[in-house]
């Protein structure tokens, strides 16, 4: 049964991605895009990547649809439609990258596999030590705060980082434009660019 | 039981899945959205049920948290075309909101 959802969740994945490809209501297209990322998100938690899935379910299904919903506050809100052309040399370039991609997994391990050298080498470890050595029990919460804690602090100072230079520049630019709108106000000509 | 179940909200799946992509108005298609939120929350509990790992419940829940938050953004970007709410009155006109 637990294949069958799978297939089926899979199935809507192909009929969502191919229903944006033919519309041309951008906004629905990006509510479809919501739609595949909730699916994607769902398959994640099926194959046990609840990690992964729940970044997907976040930015794919909340931050980025919101992103999408303010270019096109900003742009139109249909495609223009295209100039027919044939397609042949983009779909003979995608087929060749997909048979090799293809190619590339024929002797990789299979899913799930307990053999696969990913599995041999300090997972073993984590698996016996970690529950004794730092305690959640989930490990890749330990191996990511305890194990890896240098390396998440890090990756979460550069993302601060980005998000305050990127909030600085934004309200820097609003409050100048909303200067410039209404000259007359007092304190307008004192050549500060933030109040 | 848990089997059945599943395929009824897999059906309902697919019938949310056809008003998202036929539309006609902007609230059919976030009410879709947000169904098919609901729906993939139920699959995760199903799932988890099936497989014998209740803990997905809690993953489920939280689903459903980012799903309302979700409509929540789109609804008012639809309505004000900005996440923060109502604005001062622009000089130009305003657009049509939620025509399309």
New interface residues.
Partial sequence: ??Q??DI??LA?MV??AL?MIH?R?L??VV??S??FS??S??LF??MDA?DV??TE??VG??IS??LM??TL?LTA?EESPRPRRHALLPLAVVTVTGAALIYGTLDMPHFGDPDAPIHQHVAPRYIVDSPREVGPPNMVTSVLASYRGYDTLGETTVIFTAGMGVMVLLGGLRSRRRKRRDPASPGSDTGETRP | MEATASVFVLVTMALALARAVRGPTVYDRIAAVNAFGTMTVLVLVLVGFLTDRPEFEDIALLYGLINFAGTIAVLKFVKYSSLAGPQEPRPAAPRAEGRR
């Fill in positions: 049964m637990e069958v959802i089926v969740l809507f009929v969502v229903a519309l209501n906004f629905a509510m479809l919501g739609i909730l699916l998100a769902a938690v099926v609840v899935a729940f379910a976040a299904a909340g649809t919101v919903l303010g506050a809100r």
